[in-house]
């Protein structure tokens, strides 16, 4: 399928490895022009050619932290109006709640909420002038299913999707679109880490913990990150324009809610 958006512009927050990566390489691989973002110098530029050379499309590594004001402002300036926004962060580890500083708590607010918001506020008018744009906000399925330990992640991604959703309907009329998009288990460096601590902390082999994790799934699987990536093409699309303020959870069956 065609997603009508060859030759728009793209920031992929996030987006120099994991579900970020996959979603910029699908906007790529729909002819969009991408910016590539992440903190390590060598992984993000790495990652920008090597989608470069995938879909020969225009590609530009930005190394910017996007929870500063100053990495906020090297992403536009290098993308000045961008016609899609995917905001990605990557969430606080797994702690117990008690153990969380005031410190902590606001700075897991300020990554997983508070810069998605800044994000859209420097976009979102230019591209109501311009009557289309794309946001998606990468969340968390801990949005629909907390997890304990996870708390901290999952409420700061729960505010920013209540925040949002008010905001989505009072620009849908000028062919702007925010949704969310909620992954549950997906094979990447950040599952395995995860995986990697439970069995640290558990005792038991890693194999035996993602064992146990894959049969919780009804797909019986991880997410493959580049059904991720495509989904959230998809959102971006021409085809999607009646789509706002909504939130999809990719999962593989493993939130059991009739909603």
Do not use: H, W
Not at 42 to 62: S, W
Not at 203 to 219: D, H, L
Not at 221 to 239: I, V
Request: aromatic share 4%; glycine share 8%; charged share 20%.
């Amino acid at each position: 399928m065609d997603l009508g958006i060859a030759g728009r512009k793209a920031i992929v927050c996030a987006s120099s490895r994991g579900l970020g990566k996959a979603c910029a390489r699908a906007l790529a691989e729909a002819g969009c022009e991408v910016i590539v973002n992440g903190r390590d110098p060598k992984k993000t530029e790495a990652t920008a050619i090597e989608i470069a050379n995938l879909t020969k499309t225009k590609v530009a590594p930005v190394v910017a932290d996007v929870s500063t004001p100053e990495g906020q402002a090297k992403l536009l300036a290098a993308c000045p109006q961008p016609d899609i926004l995917i905001n990605n962060n990557a969430g606080p580890p797994f702690r117990d709640f008690r153990e969380l500083s005031r410190q902590q708590m606001i700075d897991g607010v300020i990554a997983n909420m508070i810069v998605a918001i800044e994000l859209i506020q420097k976009v979102i008018d230019p591209m109501k002038q311009r009557r289309f744009g794309r946001i998606v906000n990468i969340t968390s399925a801990a949005v629909k299913a907390p997890l304990a330990g996870l708390d901290l992640s999952s409420g700061a991604r729960s505010g920013l999707t209540a925040f949002l959703a008010g905001v989505s309907r009072t620009v849908a009329d000028r062919n702007v679109t925010i949704n969310q998009l909620l992954p549950g288990a997906f094979d990447t460096d950040r599952l395995r880490a995860n995986l990697s601590k439970t069995a640290e902390t558990s005792g038991k082999n890693i194999t035996e913990i993602a064992a146990g994790r894959i049969a919780s799934i009804p797909a019986k699987r991880f997410g493959d990150p580049k059904e991720f990536g495509e989904a959230c093409a998809f959102l971006c699309s021409a085809q999607a324009s009646y789509i706002t303020g909504q939130n999809l959870l990719i999962d593989g069956g493993a939130f059991p809610g009739t909603f």
